[in-house]
């Protein structure tokens, strides 16, 4: 499967073909636990809280920063992910909400368009995982990014396993 990314002043996007339908991979997102499955970081240690179908919808995520090695004394700490924007099957988007204030201000999210089958015929999707932090509170600007453009596209590898696990 081709991979690419492409990266801004204030934005990393990775990109990738899943062999697997919008619906299955949708399925994976709107998971609390679904992200904690496919998160790279390590941060991401579980989740509670119920599917999401909506915008609004929340749940809380329980991370852990010293997976990443560059704040280690900030330890375990919960943040609530809200969905700002979702279209089943085609995307989805999220803000988190943690105990820091002002609130950081960034979204993570996916955009899912369907691909040209395999030539088998079995069905396929370009997967784009979106980091953005255009909308960051100016005294947070100076963290970004706090993960890669590597961290995008090797989640974006770890969906596609979780799709044929669950699958």
């Known amino acids: 499967m081709s991979t690419s990314d492409a990266v801004g002043p204030d934005r990393l996007e990775a990109t990738r073909v899943i062999a697997a339908t919008p619906e299955a991979i949708f399925s994976v997102l709107t998971d609390p636990q679904g992200h904690v499955d496919i998160d790279s970081s390590g941060m991401l240690q579980s989740a509670t809280g119920e599917r999401v179908t909506a915008a609004g919808d929340s749940f809380?995520?329980?991370?852990?920063?010293?997976?990443?090695?560059?704040?280690?004394?900030?330890?375990?700490?919960?943040?609530?992910?809200?969905?700002?924007?979702?279209?089943?099957?085609?995307?989805?988007?999220?803000?988190?909400?943690?105990?820091?204030?002002?609130?950081?201000?960034h979204t993570y999210g996916y955009r899912l368009?369907?691909?040209?089958?395999?030539?088998?015929?079995?069905?396929?999707?370009?997967?784009?995982?979106?980091?953005?932090?255009?909308?960051?509170?100016?005294?947070w600007r100076s963290i970004f990014p706090v993960i890669s453009a590597q961290h995008l596209k090797a989640t974006l590898g770890i969906l596609a396993r979780e799709v044929r696990r669950r699958g």
């Open 113 to 139: 368009e369907p691909a040209e089958p395999a030539a088998d015929g079995s069905p396929r999707t370009l997967v784009t995982s979106v980091y953005d932090w255009s909308q960051a509170a100016p005294e």
């Open 60 to 105: 809380v995520v329980h991370m852990d920063r010293e997976a990443l090695g560059d704040i280690p004394e900030m330890g375990e700490y919960d943040v609530t992910v809200t969905i700002a924007d979702l279209d089943p099957d085609r995307s989805i988007s999220w803000t988190i909400l943690g105990r820091i204030r002002p609130q950081i201000g």
